[in-house]
């Protein structure tokens, strides 16, 4: 099947619960059996050919990852060596303090120290002998690597802490682990849907960078029904103050009711959806992520978080430009 028709069967599942949708005609027109199994077949070999010269480079390489936890909601835990030198950005985010893009910030503004002198330089190499300091602590690369998968609710905050004291997503993943985790991506706090947290600043940087254009899949309600006239212009490109906001795929979830739409992005700007729907004149009234990066929240009740499987870890590792 298609990406987009998986993307628009994802979001009919999710938002619809299985009833009749619009999105049937934006279906395109099914192969036969014998041949979307072929295509399978096909599919399922390049991929396992794909890993395996992946695995046995990482080996070659002596960088080999150890993956344990093959069930949903067993921690799978991922030991990586620590390299004998690597950019201080990266240094940072192994730590588990940010992402490797949020430590090129800390490390301009003078905040981190090496062997007691400030170092600015974002590339600037670390060896295992190094003492890196960071807000007066010593940071040491996090060894074991965490990801869940949390359905966030509204009214959290999409952050580590907050100063006026709201409640944030770590409240909701309490004693799920030792290792320090923070969010990939934001999620708005009246946005509610898929969010993942995670350790591993190197998988961090893969899923957030814009060059990636990374998938995203909301269930939108609307205060009043979605023109046509709007919906083509949408699909055309929205100008915003900080340039066209381009839309992938757009599609009314409800036939009989026009206030309810799927919009499919893969831009990361702050606020896009809501702010595409405002530029027409229309109130997002509630805003659901139903996909991100592959990863959805079935079987995940609001609120509630589980760690990821061993294959959706490797799915994300292997994660391909515009899935």
């Known amino acids: ?71 949903v909601g067993k921690k799978p835990l991922i030991t990586r060596p620590v390299e004998e030198k690597m950019p201080l950005n990266k240094f940072i985010a192994h730590s588990g303090v940010c992402s490797r893009r949020d430590a090129v910030d800390i490390i301009k503004n003078g905040k981190v120290k090496v062997n007691g002198t400030i170092v600015t330089e974002p590339g600037f190499k670390i060896s295992p002998n190094d003492t890196v300091n960071f807000n007066g602590k010593k940071l040491f690369p ?85 023109t046509k006239a709007h919906f083509d212009a949408i699909l055309k490109g929205v100008p915003l103050e900080d340039g066209i906001a381009n839309v992938d795929v757009l599609a009314f979830t409800d036939n009989a009711d026009k206030t309810q739409v799927g919009i499919e992005i893969h831009s990361g700007r702050n606020r896009i959806v809501r702010r595409i729907f405002e530029h027409y004149g229309y109130d997002v009234k509630n805003l659901d992520r139903v996909i991100f990066a592959g990863l959805t929240k079935k079987n995940v009740e609001r609120g509630k978080w589980r760690f990821l499987s061993e294959k959706e870890v490797r799915d994300l590792k292997y994660f391909k430009k515009g899935k």
């Open 1 to 71: 099947m298609e990406t987009k028709d998986r993307v628009l069967h994802g979001l009919f599942y999710f938002c619809t619960m299985k009833k009749k949708s619009g999105f049937e005609k934006f279906m395109s027109k099914e192969k036969s059996g014998a041949a979307k199994k072929e295509q399978f077949r096909q599919e399922k070999k390049k991929l396992t050919k794909e890993r395996k010269e992946y695995f046995e480079k990482k080996r070659a390489e002596g960088r080999s990852e150890v993956v344990a936890g093959e069930k």
């Open 142 to 226: 996090v060894k074991d690597l965490v990801y869940i998968l949390i359905n966030k609710p509204k009214d959290y905050i999409t952050t580590t802490e907050d100063e006026k004291g709201r409640k944030t997503v770590l409240d909701l993943i309490k004693n799920a682990t030792k290792e320090k985790v923070y969010p990939v991506g934001r999620l708005d706090r009246n946005t509610s849907g898929v969010l993942l947290l995670t350790n591993d600043g190197e998988l961090t940087q893969k899923l957030t960078h814009p060059s990636n254009e990374v998938k995203k899949l909301y269930a939108v309600t609307l205060d009043k029904p979605l």
